[in-house]
């Protein structure tokens, strides 16, 4: 398995996997938007930081972010804008390994790294896989039920 920086050459790739991502969402969610879904990869790859799992030359998973604040603070952290490993591939390294790259790019650039996981299932399994790789829990998300 490699992790690396994605290039140009993978956004139909990325794009793929994200309405897959998308596809996989276990609540009901707002409409995908395919020309906004471009538009966010497209500055993901030109302002932010986009990695990608990779076997065999096939794209299994990628994380991707972009530096912040929270609303309160100027200080800058690294967040992410999506961390999707197809369902395939999850019995891999590829989660891990994506996140402690991330890692070491935060560190690389001095800025916390900042993490979540919006609209699926399996909320204590990724719970507990973020609490193994060192993140504390710092709040949840609730969507108005139809």
Same mark, same amino acid.
């Given at each position: 398995m490699i992790i690396r920086r994605a290039n140009s050459e993978d956004i139909s790739e990325i794009y793929k996997m994200l309405v897959d991502m998308y +596809?996989? #969402?276990? #609540?009901?969610?707002?409409? @995908?938007s395919h020309r906004k879904l471009k538009d966010v990869i497209d500055s993901a790859m030109e302002k932010g930081i986009v990695i990608i799992a990779e076997v065999e030359g096939k794209i299994i998973g990628s994380l991707a972010g972009v530096t912040n604040t929270d609303w309160?603070?100027?200080e800058k952290h690294l967040g992410d804008l999506w961390f999707y490993v197809y369902p395939d591939s999850r019995n891999s390294r590829a989660?891990? *390994? @994506?996140? =402690?790259?991330? #890692? *070491?790019i935060g560190k690389e650039i001095k800025m916390k790294v900042k993490l979540g996981h919006f609209y699926s299932g399996d909320i204590e399994r *990724? +719970? =507990? $896989? $973020? +609490?193994?790789l060192g993140f504390v829990k710092t709040g949840s998300l609730y969507t108005e039920a139809n």
């Amino acid at each position: 398995m490699i992790i690396r920086r994605a290039n140009s050459e993978d956004i139909s790739e990325i794009y793929k996997m994200l309405v897959d991502m998308y +596809d996989r #969402i276990e #609540i009901e969610a707002s409409p @995908l938007s395919h020309r906004k879904l471009k538009d966010v990869i497209d500055s993901a790859m030109e302002k932010g930081i986009v990695i990608i799992a990779e076997v065999e030359g096939k794209i299994i998973g990628s994380l991707a972010g972009v530096t912040n604040t929270d609303w309160w603070s100027e200080e800058k952290h690294l967040g992410d804008l999506w961390f999707y490993v197809y369902p395939d591939s999850r019995n891999s390294r590829a989660a891990v *390994k @994506l996140v =402690k790259c991330f #890692i *070491k790019i935060g560190k690389e650039i001095k800025m916390k790294v900042k993490l979540g996981h919006f609209y699926s299932g399996d909320i204590e399994r *990724k +719970d =507990k $896989f $973020f +609490d193994r790789l060192g993140f504390v829990k710092t709040g949840s998300l609730y969507t108005e039920a139809n």
